[in-house]
């Protein structure tokens, strides 16, 4: 799948620091998990698909695109 993504110029996104290209569906605390990636046009940075995030109790001090 990673080869067809590629020929087709598109990027997917797994990284919750690319907040404006995923929708926070539900839940509750500072971290983030992953639902689903985005989508994004690797020529002109456009959102094909928007991914989605849940928002996740963290570790203490860990905020929402950190590691631990």
């Known amino acids: 799948m990673t080869v067809h993504l590629r020929e087709l110029r598109l990027l997917r996104v797994t990284e919750p620091e690319e907040s404006d290209r995923f929708v926070?569906?539900?839940g509750e605390g500072d971290a983030f998990e992953l639902l689903s990636p985005a989508y994004v046009d690797e020529l002109t940075g456009k959102v094909?698909?928007?991914?989605?995030?849940?928002?996740?109790?963290?570790?203490a001090g860990v905020k929402a695109g950190e590691e631990a």
Do not use: H, N, S
């Open 24 to 26: 926070v569906t539900e």
């Open 48 to 59: 094909i698909l928007a991914g989605q995030l849940r928002r996740v109790a963290g570790p």
